[in-house]
Every structure is written in structure tokens, then in C-alpha cells.
């Protein structure tokens, strides 16, 4: 059973702290994503990474670095927290799909979520 | 520019009736769908999915339809539950050589007893 794990289930953080958010999934997977999601929004994609040390933007980058020094663990970090930052962020991971073939098995896997809060 | 799009933000059925979902793209490179459950406080869980290369996919009470001419995807659920209650995302991923996903912005699913 494919575990993704993130650090804390609610944060709050003042503006213009350096915070990070932890990731860790125990499949082996090689692709992680870092997902918020806002009401009306969806979700929408800031990083992604499909090796180690590999990483690529996103949809919404901006205000934000990625980590991956490990296959098991993807870091996101605001670098500078803003109040436009406070939402829920979504760890996701994935197998890499082999021979063009998509099945279930390449669907993405969530975290619980971390609810941030930056005053 | 959403190129997922879920254009219902929400949607009332009553216990035991059918549910359908709807979901449109713009982009002709997406070649893979899924759909995702999320309740609130958690992270999104797997439904169902499917490839381009079919029109139709079951699994017990849900059910995914395709339409590549028109771009649109729904999700059938048959018979709905209370349990079924919850937010439903389409998600989309294509042969960019990555499977990042591309969600639409959600269908909050209330089912009335």
C-alpha cells in the first residue's frame, strides 16, 4: 500500500519566514509533486521532480524552491512566506510509466495535505 | 489558460440516483484521465481513470465515457451514496515526456438521503 507522507497537517508562519514543507513516500516512486490547492482553483502544480536532483517547474513556481537529494523525499520551500501563500499544499508521487503504457498503476498517490497559514 | 475544465462547482443528487460529472480539455496532446475524490482535511484519492485509446471504463459503481471529438469526459455514479459526498477533480496527463497532471477545479458532490 503506497504511503505518501507530509511533515505536519497545519503550520502557521509569519510573513517573511523561510519554511519548508516535507514530503516522504515509501514506494520507490520516481516522480513527486508539489500541488496547492485553492478554493475555485483546483489544484495546480508549482514543482515536479522524476529523478533525484532533477527538478522542473510548475504552473505557479513563483515564491517557491524544490529539494530532492533523496528518491524518497521532496522538499518545498518558501523561501520568503507571504500571506498569499497561505493555503493547502498536496504532496503527490507516481510511477514512471514504462513503454508509453498508462494504467492504474501510474496513477499519482496524495499526502493528507498541509494546511498553512502565513500571518 | 485552464486547459482542465469542470465548469459545475457544484452539484445536488439525490440518494440512489445517478450522478454525472463533467469535465472538458483543451488540450488534443492529453492522451490519459483520471478522476479523483477528495473529502475535506485530505488528500485526493485515485478513482478511476482512462486512456485515449477507449471510449468507456467500469469499475463497480463508476464509470468514465470519453469523447475525444468534443474533448469532454463525465463520471457516472450508479447508485449514488451519502458517502459519495465529496469534492471530484479531473485530471489529465499527456505524452510530454512526464506524467505531471493537470487538474480541472473541482465538482463539489453533495448527495441528499
Known amino acids: 500500500d503506497v504511503k505518501v507522507t507530509q511533515s505536519s497537517r497545519y503550520l502557521v508562519k509569519r510573513t517573511g519566514e523561510k519554511v519548508f514543507l516535507e514530503c516522504v513516500q515509501d514506494?520507490?516512486?520516481?516522480?513527486m509533486f508539489w500541488y496547492r490547492q485553492d478554493p475555485g482553483l483546483g489544484l495546480r502544480l508549482i514543482y515536479f521532480?522524476?529523478?533525484?536532483?532533477?527538478?522542473e517547474k510548475g504552473d505557479i513556481p513563483e515564491g517557491y524552491s524544490v529539494s530532492r537529494e533523496k528518491k524518497e523525499r521532496f522538499s518545498l520551500i518558501l523561501e520568503s512566506a507571504s500571506t498569499n501563500q497561505t493555503s493547502m499544499y498536496l504532496c503527490?508521487?507516481?510511477?514512471?510509466?514504462?513503454?508509453?503504457?498508462?494504467?492504474?498503476?501510474?496513477?499519482?498517490?496524495f499526502g493528507q495535505g498541509t494546511r498553512l497559514t502565513v500571518v | 489558460d485552464q486547459q482542465v475544465k469542470q465548469n459545475s462547482p457544484s452539484l445536488s443528487v439525490q440518494e440512489g440516483r445517478i450522478s454525472i460529472l463533467n469535465c472538458d480539455y483543451t488540450n488534443s496532446m492529453f492522451d490519459y484521465f483520471l478522476w479523483y475524490k477528495k473529502y475535506p482535511a485530505e488528500g485526493p484519492t485515485f478513482l478511476i481513470s482512462i486512456s485515449s485509446i477507449k471510449d468507456k471504463n467500469e469499475d463497480g459503481r463508476f464509470t468514465v465515457f470519453l469523447n475525444k471529438s468534443a474533448k469532454h469526459l463525465s463520471l457516472h455514479i450508479v447508485p449514488s451514496q451519502p458517502g459519495d459526498s465529496a469534492v471530484y477533480f479531473c485530471a489529465a496527463s499527456g505524452n510530454f515526456g512526464n506524467e505531471k497532471l493537470t487538474f480541472g477545479t473541482g465538482t463539489r458532490l453533495t448527495i441528499i438521503p
Open positions: 514506494m520507490d516512486h520516481e516522480n
Open positions: 503527490a508521487s507516481s510511477l514512471r510509466f514504462r513503454a508509453g503504457i498508462r494504467n492504474d498503476e501510474t496513477e499519482a498517490f
Open positions: 521532480s522524476y529523478d533525484v536532483k532533477m527538478k
